[in-house]
């Protein structure tokens, strides 16, 4: 949340169809976010959208890696800007959208919030080809139950009741536009302060915790993908 670290960007699959008898192509995946989706301090096979990926592929959906734009410290304004900055980004056959914990942090507005949280929401949509049941919004978890969070000085009952807000808004809109919204503020708060749900600074999620996100995530994105078209 706090430093900026370089954003990872991973090609998608190529998009043709396969030849006769050959396996089916790879879907491809698009992952939007801050330091959450980039995986501050975890490994690269650690990030949620590729431990999610990891799972599918499992599952027998045929899921790629994804393409990650996500850095440390992003705000949703700086998200919209770094997808401008990365020119076409072409259609894709899934998109995730995790963003909002730095706008809390710095203090904005759910009001804001709301405003790009839109705008975001309609750009991910288009990513998928124009297909909100191939979008997938997850929820902001809980920084003030980690150990960051007790030593930060803030009060961490409004940093809950800002948060809840902010998920409250990015719910409300996925609903109004038939997305998938994911909630994971539940892990977060119940196991966010365990030295094995964080990592070195205290603050940042875990491989593990991240993989308490892909338990409530797996099943919704089985559903999404579940036919491959």
């Keep these: 949340m706090m430093a900026v670290a370089a954003g990872c960007t991973t090609s998608p699959a190529s ?11 790879s879907l491809s995946f698009l992952a939007l ?3 959450y989706t980039i995986g501050e301090g975890v490994d690269a096979d650690g990030r949620w959208p590729v431990q999610l990926a990891a799972r599918l592929r499992a599952d027998g959906i045929a899921l790629a890696d994804p393409r990650i734009i996500a850095t440390t410290g ?4 700086e998200l919209s800007a770094a997808m401008d900055q990365a020119g076409p980004l072409g259609r894709f056959d899934f998109v995730s959208l995790l963003i909002g914990v730095n706008n809390q942090y710095r203090g904005r507005s759910a009001g804001e919030y709301r405003d790009e949280f839109t705008a ?3 750009r991910a949509i288009e990513l998928a080809g124009g297909r909100n049941d191939r ?9 003030g139950a980690t150990r960051f969070g007790a030593a930060s000085g803030r009060d961490l009952a409004q940093v809950s009741r800002e948060l809840d807000d902010y998920n409250a808004v ?3 809109l996925c609903e109004a536009r038939d997305v ?5 503020s539940r892990p977060s708060r119940a196991r966010g302060d365990e030295d094995a749900m964080l990592v070195d600074d205290g603050l940042h999620p875990s491989a593990a915790m991240y993989r308490l996100w892909v338990e409530l995530a797996l099943p919704v994105a089985r559903r999404l993908l579940g036919d491959g078209r």
């Design 15 to 25: 998009s043709g169809m396969p030849p006769a008898g050959a396996a089916p192509r």
């Design 33 to 35: 976010g801050d330091s």
């Design 74 to 77: 992003w705000t949703t304004d």
């Design 120 to 122: 975001l929401l309609a």
């Design 135 to 143: 979008v997938l919004v997850l929820g902001i978890p809980d920084w």
């Design 170 to 172: 990015a719910r409300e």
């Design 180 to 184: 998938a919204f994911v909630d994971v």
